[in-house]
């Protein structure tokens, strides 16, 4: 099984200021990395597929980049509506796995 | 536009046995491949089980093989989890999820709770 570790855990960010989450992978996923943003009592919405594409409608805020066993989800200048748990997951191998999560809160 | 709607959720006893459905709409569901992804309270999300277009092959997480069992009707656009021999920790909105490796659409989800 691969493990996604993601940093930190938590974050606690300005507005307009800019948020770095990382994912580290066990072993090499390529590019079978994506990133998904949870907010409270809703369903996971994805952000950025295979590293680095960007999901249609999402803000061009949300950037990824990486490959092999590290991983970056970039949101450049938060905004208030970006306070969410952020997770990782991989698709390179059965069983599909997801990092432990991202929260980030608006100062 | 793709809709997913689970159902069958509820509070159900130590040992016992749930039926979660998810009904599809949108998009053409007997090609794609669908997943069933679990989230207990105040935790992460966690894959579960998933089942190919087509020939209907099923995979599972460790966690819930030989307890879980993923299955689909093409003709009624849905997505089936039968759950038996429930736990505790099996306790979760239980989300479907349209494909098997990118997760572009998603249910509203079910809570499934394990308690007596």
């Known amino acids: 099984e691969i493990v996604l570790t993601q940093s930190p855990d938590f974050q606690s960010v300005t507005p307009k200021e800019k948020v770095t989450i990382t994912c580290r992978a066990s072993?090499?996923?390529?590019?079978?990395l994506h990133w998904y943003q949870q907010k409270p009592d809703q369903s996971p919405k994805l952000l950025i597929k295979?590293?680095?594409q960007s999901f249609s409608g999402v803000p061009s805020r949300f950037s990824g980049s990486g490959s092999g066993t590290d991983f970056t989800l970039t949101i450049n200048s938060l905004e208030a509506e970006d306070a969410a748990t952020y997770y990782c997951h991989q698709s390179s191998s059965l069983p599909r796995t997801f990092g432990q999560g991202t929260k980030v809160e608006i100062k | 536009e793709v809709q997913l709607l689970e159902s069958g959720g509820g509070l159900v006893q130590p040992g016992g046995s749930l039926r979660l459905s998810c009904a599809a709409s949108g998009f053409t569901f007997s090609t794609y491949a669908m997943s069933w992804v679990r989230q207990a309270p105040g935790k992460g999300l966690e894959w579960v089980s998933a089942i190919s277009g087509g020939v209907g092959n099923t995979y599972y997480a460790d966690s819930v093989k030989g307890r879980f069992t993923i299955s689909r009707d093409n003709s009624k656009n849905t997505l089936y989890l039968q759950m038996n021999s429930l736990r505790p920790e099996d306790t979760a909105v239980y989300y479907c999820?349209?494909?098997?490796?990118?997760?572009?659409?998603w249910g509203q989800g079910t809570l499934v709770t394990v308690s007596s």
């Open positions: 999820a349209k494909d098997l490796t990118t997760y572009e659409d």
């Open positions: 295979y590293a680095s």
């Open positions: 072993q090499s996923v390529g590019y079978t």
